[in-house]
């Protein structure tokens, strides 16, 4: 990892404080599995590898414990958050709740230009043998749903979502690196934005509702083959 230049950052445009800076991160690598579940986490590890001092670092990994993503470990200072199998069922049965009915919220309201845009990220052709390519996809595909739960016009409920999103891509990102998908992937939501753009609520909920259902028993199915071994 490269020391974080706040200099340079400033410059490029980015106006982060150095700690939100490290604080997201951490966050991101714990999101794309970078950091594994239960990998501990140091302070002097962390700013070592930033370039910076101990005090964003130790400011860094008390807003990221604060917000599930790091747990306290005696002696050993932090650990990623742990991902067993009821974290993952959890996530799941909270996205059937809240993503369905901001599809619904959205629908006959959002841009196409912007959906087709952000889609157009999800179809290419990614190799996930490739790190980096697979977390390209991941969050170009969450950034298709958050999209959508922004454009509901529920503020509350597209900051759920988000939140779920964030959780769902370790889940995500875990069951692609234990499943047997050939290397080359890609996937489109054409047909969604079709129905997102005519207005059609009821089958704008009624498609999101089955997709994530079909994620979850993917995943389950994944876990089941691994006997249970694929959460730390």
Not at 51 to 68: C, D, H, M, N, Y
Not at 92 to 108: M, N, Y
Not at 130 to 142: G, I, W
């Amino acid at each position: 990892m490269n020391a974080i230049d706040p200099v340079a950052l400033s410059e490029a445009g980015d106006s982060r404080p150095l700690q939100r800076l490290i604080f997201d991160d951490i966050k991101r690598r714990v999101i794309t599995c970078d950091l594994l579940p239960g990998v501990e986490v140091t302070e002097k590890a962390l700013a070592d590898s930033y370039g910076v001092t101990k005090a964003p670092i130790r400011s860094a990994l008390t807003r990221l414990t604060e917000a599930g993503w790091l747990v306290s470990a005696p002696r050993k200072g932090h650990v990623v958050a742990p991902l067993r199998l009821h974290d993952v069922v959890e996530i799941f049965d909270a996205r059937e709740l809240i993503e369905p009915e901001t599809a619904r919220l959205c629908a006959g309201r959002v841009s196409k230009d912007m959906l087709v845009q952000l889609n157009n990220a999800c179809t290419r052709e990614y190799d996930l043998d490739d790190m980096e390519a697979k977390r390209t996809f991941l969050l170009a595909n969450a950034a298709f749903h958050v999209a959508i739960g922004r454009a509901s016009g529920n503020s509350r409920l597209a900051l759920m979502l988000e939140q779920l999103h964030e959780q769902s891509l370790r889940v995500l990102y875990l069951s692609i690196s234990a499943s047997d998908r050939s290397a080359q992937w890609r996937h489109g939501h054409e047909g969604m934005i079709d129905v997102l753009v005519s207005g059609d609520a009821q089958e704008a909920a009624s498609r999101t509702l089955a997709g994530i259902r079909r994620s979850r028993q993917a995943v389950l199915d994944i876990v089941k083959q691994r006997n249970g071994a694929l959460f730390v």
